[in-house]
Nanobody, 124 residues
Framework: VQLVESGGGLVQAGGSLRLSCANS????????LAWFRQPPGKEREFVAA?????????DYADSVQGRFTISKDNTKNMVFLQMDALKSEDTAVYLC?????????????????WGQGTQVTVSS
């Protein structure tokens, strides 16, 4: 598994961005997937997660519930994070994570594979 994120950038508060993550070495079909973020000077924090399988369950951090949506496209081997109504406090490096299990959970320790991250900056 080798995860590569894309889609970060600079956006004004209230705007939207869509992050993408691909497994450059194969499929995402049997992997629990998640997005975490690391704000400047802070610890890594959970954003959203999705289980593997056709009936995928999703989990969200309270801070992004209703604004962010995690989804995946198994035919393209990609997972997405649609971010709407962005706030300045959403500024962070966003990282894609994966684990060879059905549900990886909300803790970073639940994921063995990580991408390099993509910067999201929200200006107020």
């Amino acid at each position: 598994v080798q995860l590569v994120e894309s889609g970060g950038g600079l956006v004004q508060a209230g705007g939207s961005l869509r992050l993408s993550c691909a497994n450059s070495r194969g499929t995402l079909g049997r992997l629990a997937l998640a997005w975490f973020r690391q704000p400047p000077g802070k610890e890594r924090e959970f954003v959203a997660a999705i289980t593997w399988g056709p009936g995928s369950d999703t989990d969200y951090a309270d801070s992004v519930q209703g604004r962010f949506t995690i989804s995946k496209d198994n035919t393209k081997n990609m997972v997405f994070l649609q971010m709407d109504a962005l706030k300045s406090e959403d500024t962070a490096v966003y990282l894609c994570a994966a684990q060879e299990t059905w549900r990886g959970g909300t803790r970073p320790q639940g994921y063995a594979y990580w991408g390099q991250g993509t910067q999201v900056t929200v200006s107020s």
